[in-house]
Nanobody
Framework: QLQLAESGGGLVQPGGSLRLSCVAS????????TGWYRQVPGKEREWVSC????????EYADSVKGRFVISRDNAKNTVYLQMNRLGPEDTAVYYC????????????????????WGQGTQVTVSS
């Protein structure tokens, strides 16, 4: 059974940093494209970033480009999202998702959405 589990969320002051982790089980993480999404209550889920299969192509939403970095540790079967210079607008529940299709994960708003999702981790940016 393919599963994803996020961790690393929490409360951080504006300008601070957090690193989110997404541990995959039931599959090897570099054989799937993996993405990060976020959602604020009452709003649609927003695509944040993705990393492709094997070669590791990365993409970012304009709102996070230059501040967030997605990476993968194959030995730990884990995908990370390093978030820097955080602002209140980054407050959300962050989800990782995976799919066999790079297109599904790396095109914002793609339908259908990725097949596999984690449970989410809350990130709150506040002083």
């Amino acid at each position: 059974q393919l599963q994803l589990a996020e961790s690393g969320g929490g409360l951080v002051q504006p300008g601070g940093s957090l690193r989110l982790s997404c541990v995959a089980s039931g599959f090897t993480v570099n054989s799937y494209a993996t993405g990060w999404y976020r959602q604020v209550p009452g709003k649609e889920r927003e695509w944040v970033s993705c990393i492709g299969h094997w070669g590791g192509r990365t993409e970012y939403a304009d709102s996070v480009k230059g501040r967030f970095v997605i990476s993968r540790d194959n030995a730990k079967n884990t995908v990370y999202l390093q978030m820097n210079r955080l602002g209140p607008e980054d407050t959300a529940v962050y989800y990782c998702a995976a799919d066999a299709s790079l297109t599904v994960v790396c095109i914002p708003g793609h339908r259908p959405e990725p097949d596999y999702w984690g449970q989410g981790t809350q990130v709150t940016v506040s002083s």
